[in-house]
T-cell receptor, first 114, second 111 residues
C-alpha cells in the first residue's frame, strides 16, 4: 500500500465530454504528478504540481489541466474528450520537491472514451 | 522522451536470480536511477533507486556501473508473483522527479 488513492476506479465517457479524475496523496506529500498510460505503453508524464502550482508539463495539450489542494488532494481535468484519451490515468505523490525520496503511485483510473 | 533502453522481454526460472539490464548512457551527474514494476495495469510499484553506489533492500539489489551508463536490477530468488513489466527510469531526485518512462522489460517467471 502506497497511501495514494484515486477515484473513480473506472469511468466511461463520450467523445466531446469533460472528465475530472481525483487523487489523494499521502499526508505531507506536497508534490503530485499525473501520468497517462495507453494500452501496451509505459506511463507518459502529463504534468506536476508543487504547492498548488503547476511545476512542469509533458507533451500534452492545454485541454489537460489540473488542480492541487492544501489537503493533499488533486484533480486532473480533461476537456473535449477524444477517443485517444482512453487510457489508465495514474497519479504519483512525493514527499517534497527537493527530496531524494521517490514517487509513490496510486492504483489508477481507467478511462474509456466512446 | 525516455532516457533508458531495456530489452522488451525476459524469462527467468522460478527460484533463480532475475537480472534485468538497463542502459542510460546519457545520464547526468545529478540524476538517479529508479526501478519500478507494474503488474497487469495496477499502479507502478517502487522497487529501488540509487545514484552511484550499489543499493539493496528487501525486494532487490541495484548494481550501477562505475561510469553510471548502465545498471542491473537483481531479484535474488524470483517467484511467480514477480512476473511483471519492469521500468528503469532516470530522474533528478531534487527537482520533483518528472519521470519519462520507456516501454520497460516484460519479465516472465517460469515454474
Amino acid at each position: 500500500e502506497t497511501g495514494v488513492t484515486q477515484s473513480p476506479t473506472h469511468l466511461i465517457k463520450t467523445r466531446g465530454q469533460q472528465v475530472t479524475l481525483r487523487c489523494s496523496s499521502q499526508s505531507g506529500h506536497n508534490t503530485v504528478s499525473w501520468y497517462q498510460q495507453a494500452l501496451g505503453q509505459g506511463p507518459q508524464f502529463i504534468f506536476q504540481y508543487y504547492r498548488e502550482e503547476e511545476n512542469g508539463r509533458g507533451n500534452f495539450p492545454p485541454r489537460f489541466s489540473g488542480l492541487q489542494f492544501p489537503n493533499y488532494s488533486s484533480e486532473l481535468n480533461v476537456n473535449a474528450l477524444e477517443l485517444d484519451d482512453s487510457a489508465l490515468y495514474l497519479c504519483a505523490s512525493q514527499g517534497d520537491y527537493s527530496s531524494t525520496d521517490t514517487q509513490y503511485f496510486g492504483p489508477g483510473t481507467r478511462l474509456t472514451v466512446l | 522522451d525516455a532516457k533508458t533502453t531495456q530489452p522488451p522481454s525476459m524469462d527467468c526460472a522460478e527460484g533463480r536470480a532475475a537480472n534485468l539490464p538497463c542502459n542510460h548512457s546519457t545520464i547526468s551527474g545529478n540524476e538517479y536511477v529508479y526501478w519500478y514494476r507494474q503488474i497487469h495495469s495496477q499502479g507502478p510499484q517502487y522497487i529501488i533507486h540509487g545514484l552511484k553506489n550499489n543499493e539493496t533492500n528487501e525486494m532487490a539489489s541495484l548494481i550501477i556501473t562505475e561510469d553510471r551508463k548502465s545498471s542491473t536490477l537483481i531479484l535474488p530468488h524470483a517467484t511467480l508473483r514477480d512476473t511483471a513489466v519492469y521500468y528503469c527510469i532516470v530522474g533528478r531526485a531534487n527537482t520533483g522527479n518528472q519521470f519519462y518512462f520507456g516501454t520497460g522489460t516484460s519479465l516472465t517467471v517460469i515454474p
